[in-house]
């Protein structure tokens, strides 16, 4: 019996030796071998490449995230049939749904790294799932562009990750000031879904700027993202007396939340950041939006090159208005083209390299640059609803 | 060769893992589904411990956080197990589920944890090291099948009242495929976390739950490899579906949605019962099970020895049993000497079945006191300590284990005199093969003294009803018992049969058995029993030699019925 | 004070009409209909189409709506539960085949809605606001309770004055022996899913009416409440998921003002628990919590 434990406890540890090894830290980034047929000649709008650019895409299409990622995909197709038409180089997506599961982003990542070995990711549609997946991007030497990955901290991950969507800070840094200076703003309350990974730290960011503005937070209430019933906190927010509300929610949760606060009376202005850009939400609210101020990337309202056309053929072809998702979708697809002709070349290190020297491209987000980071820069825009429309606050 | 799917064949792996933590309590019967809390506190705790740098410069750090997590997991289902043992059914499921969410908003409020926004962790989990675990798990449980619990396990399920009346102690074995749930709920935490990079508190939500069950279920609960099967058709769904060109959206959860469907409604016992069912027919004849092959039934059981004659194995005191108002049994007293065959008859609603329901310890008196092998009436423990102490019964309504065959019925009717081989056989200890053979033998010596012999492989709910009968005193025979209480055995059987039962139960009481037979066939009774008791509205009207018994007149009033002539009606 | 405890009275009335759909098809026929959730969603969804995109009356569209939940409720016995009567396994895969119908269902509806979220517009459903002794009350929210009111009422009449009432009870009581007394159970089962669904549809269309819009998770969120409703209020009792319904509605409301949001489903599951543990029939349930 003894000898049968002991002998079971050695081919057990062998067992264990053999399957427990791993790697330590990183494995070295791969660089991917450059394919011929994607490196083609002349330069800009000059340039020709025989094979067509694959270009992975992972979106939420379903799930809990599928009202970012249906207007993310139409966007991004848009963009691409538009270049696609203008010849020289072709560009062929490869969609994937991640269903806002966490293990399907990553194996969707795979697929398209490993097995379709596309040159570029956009994508996924929640900074949760970026996280893992940039990752395994970083490290198998494919860039990624996010366009609706705001949290903290994801360009930092690699020099194979960029973004186009400006993270909340920059938006909040904007329009809460212009907020104050409009409304002349002394005491906020703030409200937050403080379940959701995005909301939370839009959150910690919005405490942050009001302290820097001195601005003072009279009430602070929680909720959670499927709540429907905000009347109990409200009703604590009333009796707080504050000059404004300032919230972070995702769009299904601010519309009840809105319109209950116009019932009970709570008729003081509501500040939001990014979640806000939504002509649907605004929509519902119907006249409870008035005066909904707005912090976000881009605007239908926004002068910005190829904006009206770009309104004018999204809704066409989608029988809706394009929001903010669609749009950073879209500006997504003007980067990468912009990358890929600017050195000529669809290949992983190509493409890595000249989206990091991208730099005031012209789009409808407005005049953008990313930097060394992968960090996107351009100017955010503050908006306020007037007459059911989004109209800019000039701050 | 699995080159560009790692990720998708660690996913499929730890997907197994989460299977089989639900597998464990199916197994048992239980719906339990707090598995996400359990995997939700092993994961986070196990951040903890796990070192931010390989073991040794090789080996995967998550190594220390794996005993970390299953003891963690385990440690929660017994603290969360405790107090839901007594519920059953959907109220267990929703009280498991309301834990996993108080855990969950635990989790997302807690400092430590960094609330929604999550832990970033590093991946430590390779695909060789999560399908090592799945393999050791598949080994586990193909292991626990055949052995003591793994029978337990299938006895609690099927039935819970016959499992306990063959002395096995239910609430013990529930709390064991609880803990063991915990335990691979912990494991699989730990090893979600160290893949996917992150852990947020929304990870191990309804959903997680939701896709743990449905696994399990598809994949079949009643085999060892049912969560390997489900795990393997969960993830290669989507994968089919992209290959078969169906475009990424809603199509894809409709489809899934419809295959799940399909799954379910053609295949009761899930995907795992396809196996079985082929199994089944590339063999000409029945298979015989792995400790039941040719050798096996030769060794002799060691079993105690019965007690000597006339020893006294029963006594009642007045006892009686009150429902409310309604007195089921009144005041009665009875004695019973080893070597005996006591007879009860009456007629229905007379008290027989609360009887004997007190005497194996399934039912309390109410009133007055008794003792039966040493053991007192209503004492705390249930009816398998009852058993425990050397009583078996049968029931009026068969309480057989469905699903299983003749002979792993009677099998579980060895608990008592069988010794635990799960651990031993773990090791493939020879001695564990032994343990089993002698069960074996023992079962199946019973299941020949009844004469079933020729349909040892079929599934009880299969059986003809005379069959059933006989298999269920086949199964209280295995446990060796001193007294053996049988309750309307004979009923459905004709003449012929019920001779043979009558001599059966004559050899046994020759061999020392001491038995109590509650009959309608009177025939019978008085033919085969040394003594009668007779009960009338919960009392005894007449008690002694089944002669005088048959010609008492209170007795012939009350239950056998004359015609106007006076002559008795046997 | 006042306010949070209206507040909580009207979020009630969704749960309890949303419970008291569950309650019904587990009381009757024990099984757990983990579709619910889906046809309530997709009352939600239809009741925007018909008032919105078709154009209908809001008191057309409640009986529609009502109508549709039915149909549903009707082909999911058929397909989900149907199949797997007097299987040994009935109730394990029970709860899968409604979980698989029930995502079916969502897909459907994303198929046909998309992804946004869906709203009544303010023309067809007033958003009048009335004051009462310092408390606001819209009008969806009266509308809401007093129709959550009638329907719960109106079941309790059908269920205790009904053939189909009496017919319910008996194979509640006793499927077999209904069986043999000339009940024909599978009538009988296909009305209770019916009715189930039609009351959760219209749950569905009210919280619509409530919060301002629908969206495809809704069914999520209150499906976890709705389990906490019917094991406070007992399994299979009425009466007792109205009243517990209410109560939770009351208890959240109150834990939100006096602890925190985040708290509220904790006191939820708490309460579940103590329930659980102290009087499993709950508060006003028969049916035994053991099932031995």
Not at chain 2, 179 to 197: E, N
Not at chain 2, 311 to 335: F, I, Q, R, S
Not at chain 3, 167 to 179: G, H, K, L, P
Not at chain 3, 185 to 202: D, I, K, N, P, Q
Request: with cysteine; proline share 4%.
């Amino acid at each position: 019996m003894r000898s049968r434990v002991a002998s079971t406890a050695v081919v057990a540890a062998v067992a264990v030796l053999a399957a427990g090894c791993v790697e330590d830290g990183a494995a070295d980034d791969e660089e991917a071998t450059a394919v011929e047929g994607l490196a083609g000649e002349g330069s800009g709008e000059e340039c020709t490449i025989e094979e067509p650019v694959p270009v992975g895409v992972v979106f939420s299409l379903t799930g809990g995230a599928a009202f970012a990622g249906e207007y993310q995909r139409e966007g991004l197709e848009l963009a691409f049939e538009e270049i696609n038409g203008k010849g020289g180089v072709e560009y062929e997506l490869v969609l994937e749904d991640d269903a806002t599961e966490l293990e399907d982003s990553i194996a969707a990542f795979e697929k398209l790294i490993e097995r379709d070995e596309v040159s570029i990711i956009v994508g996924p549609t929640l900074s949760d799932m970026a996280f893992s997946t940039f990752e395994d991007a970083q490290q198998a030497g494919v860039p990624v562009l996010g366009i609706s990955t705001t949290a903290k901290g994801i360009p930092d991950i690699g020099d194979y990750v960029f973004r186009n969507s400006i993270p909340e800070e920059v938006a909040l840094a904007q329009s809460l000031p212009a907020a104050r200076d409009a409304l002349g703003l002394e005491n906020v309350a703030v409200m937050h879904d403080n379940e959701d990974e995005f909301t939370s730290s839009a959150y910690t960011t919005m405490t942050e700027v009001l302290d820097e503005e001195g601005i003072e937070i009279v009430g602070d209430e929680t909720f959670q993202t499927a709540d429907t019933e905000f009347r109990s906190q409200l009703t604590k927010i009333r009796e707080d007396d504050p000059d404004a509300l300032v919230l972070s929610a995702l769009p299904a949760a601010t519309v009840p939340l809105v319109q209950q606060a116009r019932e009970l009376g709570l008729d003081v202005p509501i500040v939001g950041g990014n979640a806000f850009n939504s002509p649907v939400m605004i929509d519902n609210l119907e006249d409870a939006a008035e005066g909904l101020i707005v912090g976000g990337a881009w605007s239908d309202a926004l002068d910005s090159p190829g904006n009206a056309e770009f309104i004018e053929s999204y809704t066409d072809t989608y029988d809706r208005a394009p929001d903010q998702f669609a749009a950073q979708a879209y500006t997504a697809a003007h980067m990468i083209d912009a990358a890929v002709r600017a050195g000529c070349d669809g290949n992983r290190e190509a493409i890595k390299t000249n989206l990091g020297q991208l730099s005031e491209l012209d789009t409808v987000l407005g005049t953008l640059s990313l930097d060394e980071n992968g960090e996107v820069h351009h100017e955010p825009v503050v908006q306020i609803v007037e007459d059911g429309e989004f109209t800019l606050l000039d701050g | 060769m699995f080159a560009g799917y790692e990720s998708l064949i660690t996913t499929m792996a730890l997907t197994g893992i989460l299977a089989f933590s639900f597998h464990v309590v199916l197994m048992a019967g239980q719906l339990s589904l707090g598995q996400a809390g359990f995997a939700s506190l092993g994961a986070y705790i196990s951040t903890l411990v796990v070192p931010e740098t390989p073991l040794f410069g090789g080996l995967s750090p998550v190594l220390v956080g794996i005993p970390v997590g299953m003891a963690v997991g385990a440690t929660a289902a017994f603290v969360l197990g405790l107090p839901v043992m007594r519920l059953r059914g959907v109220f267990l499921a929703i009280a498991t589920i309301a834990f996993a969410e108080v855990v969950r908003i635990l989790m997302l409020n807690a400092e430590w944890t960094n609330g929604a926004r999550g832990l970033r962790l590093e991946r430590w989990v390779t695909p060789e090291l999560a399908w090592f675990v799945l393999a050791i798990l598949v080994y586990a449980f193909w292991r626990l099948g055949p052995s003591r619990i793994g029978r337990a396990f299938a006895a609690v399920r099927e039935d819970e009242v016959a499992a306990s009346s063959m002395g096995v102690d239910v609430a013990r074995t529930r709390m064991t495929s609880f803990v063991a749930s915990g335990a691979i709920a912990g494991l699989y935490g730990v090893l979600f976390a160290y893949f996917v990079r992150r852990i947020g508190p929304s990870d191990f939500g309804f959903s997680m739950m939701l896709d743990g069950l449905v696994v399990a279920v598809v994949g079949g609960f009643l085999v060892f490899f049912g969560p390997l099967l489900g795990s393997a058709f969960i993830t290669m769904v989507p994968e089919v579906q992209r290959a078969a060109g169906l475009e990424a959206g809603w199509i894809h959860p409709f489809v899934t949605g419809a295959l799940l469907l399909v799954v379910i409604l053609l295949l009761p016992g899930g995907l795992s019962s396809i196996a079985g069912y082929l199994h089944g027919r590339l063999r000409r004849s029945p298979p015989p099970a792995p400790s039941t092959g040719p050798r096996a039934g030769n060794e002799p059981p060691e079993l105690p020895e019965l007690p000597a004659a006339d020893t006294p194995v029963l006594t009642l005191n007045g006892v009686g049993k009150d429902y409310g108002g309604v007195h089921a049994v009144h005041d009665v007293d009875l004695e019973l000497r080893a070597g005996e065959i006591l007879g009860v008859i009456g007629p229905n609603g007379a008290g027989k079945t609360t009887l004997v329901n007190m005497i194996s310890g399934h039912v309390a008196p109410t009133s007055g006191d008794g003792h039966v092998l040493g053991r007192k009436l209503g004492a705390a423990g249930g009816a398998h300590r009852v058993a425990r102490a050397g009583v078996s019964r049968t029931f009026q309504h068969s309480k057989l284990f469905d699903r299983l065959s003749v002979l792993e019925n009677t099998l579980v009717g060895t608990h008592l005199v069988s010794k635990p081989t799960f651990v031993r056989r773990l090791l493939w200890l020879p001695s564990a093969r032994r343990d089993e053979n002698r069960a074996v033998s023992q079962a199946r010596r019973q299941v020949q003294r009844v004469g079933l012999a020729d349909r040892e492989h079929v599934p009880a709910a299969q059986l003809s009803y005379g069959d059933q009968r006989r298999l269920e005193i086949a199964r209280a025979l295995a446990s060796h018992p001193s007294l053996l209480i049988l309750d309307e055995p004979a009923a459905g059987m004709n003449r012929v049969e019920a001779a043979e039962l009558s001599e059966l139960i004559r050899s046994l009481a020759a061999d020392g058995v001491t038995i109590m037979l509650i009959e309608h066939n009177v025939h019978m009774v008085l033919d085969t029993c040394t003594r009668v008791v007779v009960l009338n509205f919960g009392e005894v009207i007449a008690s002694g030699p089944p002669q005088v018994v048959a010609s008492d007149p209170q007795v012939i009033e009350a239950y056998l019925g004359s015609d106007e002539t006076g002559r008795e009606h046997v | 004070m006042l306010q949070q405890l209206a507040n909580g009275l009207f979020a009630g009335s969704i749960y309890a009409l949303f419970a008291i759909g569950f309650t019904l098809v587990f009381g009757i026929l024990r099984h757990l209909n983990l579709a619910h959730a889906a046809i309530f969603t997709t009352g939600g969804f239809l009741s925007v189409d018909l008032i919105s995109r078709q154009g209908l009356p809001i008191w057309l569209a409640f009986p529609l709506v009502m109508l549709a939940g039915g149909l549903i409720g009707l082909l999911l016995e058929r397909i989900a539960f149907r199949p797997l009567a007097g299987r040994p396994d009935e109730h394990f895969a029970g709860l899968i085949s409604s979980v698989a119908f029930g995502g079916m269902l969502i897909a459907l509806v994303q198929a046909r809605y998309g992804t946004e979220q869906q709203s009544i517009s303010s023309e067809a459903f007033p958003n009048e606001v009335y004051t009462v002794a310092g408390v606001s009350i819209s009008l969806a929210q009266l509308t809401t309770l007093g129709l959550a009111l009638v329907l719960m009422l109106g079941l309790a009449w059908v269920v205790a004055a009904t053939p189909l009432g009496r017919a319910m009870r008996a194979v509640a009581e006793n499927a077999r022996a209904a069986r043999v007394l000339g009940i024909n159970v599978e009538r009988v089962t296909a009305s209770t899913y019916a009715l189930s669904s039609a009351l959760g549809a219209m749950a569905g269309m009210l919280m619509v009416l409530n919060v301002g819009q629908g969206d495809l998770g809704m069914g999520l969120a209150i499906e976890l409440t709705g389990f906490a409703v019917i094991i406070l209020g007992g399994m299979g009792s009425l009466w007792g998921a109205m009243a517990a319904g209410l109560i939770l509605g009351l208890a959240e409301a109150l834990t939100i003002h006096h602890i925190g949001s985040s708290w509220k489903d904790v006191v939820a599951f708490g309460l579940l628990f103590a329930i659980l543990l102290v009087r499993p029939q709950g508060l006003f349930g028969t049916i035994k919590a053991r099932e031995v």
